[in-house]
């Protein structure tokens, strides 16, 4: 099979130039590009330039996928969103990456040697930029949980050592955006490690209504020339901007009204977090199993309902079966097989298996030359010599 690679950029908060889109042109022939993004694929080739050069001067979002079981995001985002200290606590080895150019931060989440070989052997890698590229304004709006996914992957992928102590928690881990759900499915992040990760939802959250009354009292003391830059913001388009501002201004005013002891969720230790992980794994396991003897229960509901329909009108059936005979193909055989087994299943829950026999060499009376049709009826235990 031979190698396959798609890369895709999109620019968010400034269009490409002419002279950029001139620059990009010059490095593949056969890309589409457009004032916001450039998509190749490549399956002999490779792309002739540096994805992570391409970030620094380019775009905000890049998605990279290729067969060989890999695949890379790298979102932008400026660097008055989050503080170094802050980023610094959710790097791993090579799963999540951090790097600092003057303007922005330059965010990398990476899939490395993947086993999971089915998905790759149909990944094209189409699709992945419109699921993962929202992450983008959650991060601009102060949301940590894409960056705590990384390092959690990191732990998926055995790159963190048992007793390292994971970074501050953020709240919602155990209610993702789509986007977010889509990053942990991008990077194959453990479903029950996850699971585990959500738990410090419990420790720390908070009734609604003691949440909106905590924004209430924030909002009344927001000054009025600061109410009304917001409003600007708003009205001239810059929403993002100005929920950023909104949501920073609050996270640090609530972090200021908390006691000192309790400003954080308690951290856990990846040791921890394995030890919850196999906890969730057996409740996860517990309730596939009862989600599957209930639908095993319908499915066996509707079956017996379904049988006792053809035992009540067996004769439409046999005509039924006979018209199918009579073409004589192999394809009618089957379907023969398949209702005379039906109508076996039928007999022995409304009436008994010597009844149903007797209507069998009935059939068979008509129908015993057809040496397949015989055979079919007798591999599926149905038909015996002896029934003459």
Same mark, same amino acid.
């Given at each position: *099979?031979?190698? !396959? ?8 908060? %400034? ?31 490779? /792309? ?6 391409? $970030? ?17 995001? !790298? ?12 980023? #610094? ?17 330059? &965010?990398?989440?990476? /899939? ?16 992945? $930029? ?8 959650? &991060?601009? #709006?102060?949301? *940590? #949980?894409? &960056? ?44 029950? /490690? ?27 003391? /927001? ?6 830059? *917001? ?7 810059? %929403?993002?901007?100005?929920? #950023? ?19 954080? %969720? ?30 095993? %229960? ?7 309902? !379904? ?25 009618? !055989? ?29 059939? *068979? ?24």
């Amino acid at each position: *099979m031979s190698e !396959y690679q798609y890369y895709e950029f999109v620019a968010i908060d %400034t269009p490409l130039t002419p002279k950029h889109m001139a620059e990009l042109r010059a490095c593949s022939s056969r890309a589409s590009i457009t004032p916001t993004s450039f998509v190749n694929d490549y399956q002999w080739g490779n /792309l002739k330039g540096d994805p992570a050069d391409w $970030m620094r001067h380019y775009f905000d979002a890049h998605v990279y996928v290729a067969n060989w079981c890999t695949c890379l995001l !790298y979102l932008r985002v400026p660097k008055n969103v989050f503080d170094a200290e802050l980023l #610094r606590g959710f790097k791993t080895q090579t799963v999540f990456s951090v790097e600092q150019t003057k303007t922005h931060w330059l &965010l990398g989440w990476e /899939l490395n040697e993947s086993d999971n070989y089915d998905r790759f052997a149909e990944e094209d890698g189409r699709g992945w $930029m419109g699921r993962l590229a929202p992450l983008r304004d959650d &991060l601009l #709006r102060g949301d *940590m #949980r894409p &960056l705590y996914l990384g390092w959690l992957a990191g732990v998926s992928a055995g790159e963190v050592d048992e007793q390292a102590i994971e970074p501050q928690p953020p709240p919602g881990l155990s209610r993702l955006t789509a986007a977010q759900q889509s990053l942990a499915e991008f990077l194959e992040v453990d479903e029950d /490690l996850l699971a585990a990760a959500g738990f410090s939802d419990r420790q720390g959250s908070k009734p609604d209504s003691e949440s909106d009354a905590e924004r209430d009292v924030w909002i009344a003391a /927001l000054p009025a020339a600061e109410k009304t830059a *917001m409003l600007k913001l708003l009205l001239t388009g810059n %929403t993002q901007q100005a929920e #950023r501002k909104l949501k920073l201004r609050f996270l640090t005013w609530q972090r200021e009204q908390q006691p000192v002891a309790k400003q954080e %969720t308690r951290r856990r230790t990846v040791a921890e977090l394995h030890e919850l992980a196999a906890s969730a794994a057996e409740a996860r396991k517990s309730q596939e199993a009862v989600q599957r003897k209930r639908a095993e %229960t319908e499915r066996q509901a509707k079956r017996e309902t !379904y049988l006792r329909t053809l035992a009540a009108d067996f004769d439409r059936c046999r005509q039924a079966a006979d018209k199918l005979a009579e073409r004589g193909i192999a394809s009618a !055989y089957d379907e023969v097989k398949r209702a005379f087994v039906d109508l076996s299943d039928a007999y022995a829950l409304c009436a008994t298996r010597a009844d149903f026999d007797q209507k069998l060499v009935q059939f *068979m009376a008509r129908h015993g030359k057809r040496g397949a049709l015989v055979r079919r009826l007798a591999d599926a235990g149905l038909w015996k010599e002896s029934l003459r």
